[in-house]
Structures are given as C-alpha cells and as structure tokens.
Nanobody, 123 residues
C-alpha cells in the first residue's frame, strides 16, 4: 500500500492550497481516509476525515468552514482544500487510510500513512 501526498507549499495568510493524496495497493473505496497534521514540537492531530462514499465528513473544530475534504474513488485520490489559511495551520500534513465504515479521529486507528507534505503559512 502506498499513499502519496502532494500539494504543500508556502502561502501567505489568507491564501489557499489544495492537498492531494493518491493511493495504490488497496481497494480505495473500502477505506476511510483522513488528513492529519503535525507542527514542530507538537503531536500529530486529526484534521479531517471522509467515509468511503463521501457521504460523511468530519472536521477538527479549528478548520471547520475553512477546509474541505473530498475524494474521487475513480482516481483513488483524496483531497484537502484549504482556504483562509492561518500561520497556525503551518505543519506537515499526512494522509492516512483505515478500512471500515466509521471516520476515526485517532492516529493510532489508521493502518496506512503517506509521507507527508509541508504547508507553511506566513503572516
């Protein structure tokens, strides 16, 4: 199984980025997908999750209304659209996958992880 995250970069506060995560080696439509982030000196935290059908999504409170998670099962890809970015959103962003129905918010529940993509938001 491979998860390849991309789309990170340097952006000014108030700007936007779209992260992508391409999955291979698994039956993508059977997996819940999540995005996590880890800032320097901090623990990895849940950002957003989406169930297999994209009928259900869940967000961490600080990103609600600014981030949107989506998926394209035909392309085996999950996305994270981020708008109104803030300096506190600066972190390495990871995509993760877990089989099943319910969206998980704990990192330890996810079986597969991408390599991470760095998002830096300047003030």
């Amino acid at each position: 199984v491979q998860l390849q995250a991309s789309g990170g970069g340097l952006v000014q506060a108030g700007g936007s980025l779209r992260l992508s995560c391409a999955a291979s080696g698994l039956t993508f439509s059977r997996y819940v997908m999540g995005w996590f982030r880890q800032a320097p000196g901090k623990e990895r935290e849940f950002v957003a999750g989406i169930n297999w059908s994209a009928g259900s999504t869940y967000y961490e409170d600080s990103v609600k209304g600014r981030f949107t998670i989506s998926r394209d099962n035909a392309k085996n890809t999950v996305y994270l659209q981020m708008v109104s970015l803030k300096p506190e959103d600066t972190a390495v962003y990871y995509c993760a996958a877990v089989s099943g129905v319910w969206i998980r918010t704990l990192a330890r529940d996810y079986a597969y992880w991408g390599q991470g993509t760095l998002v830096t938001v300047s003030s």
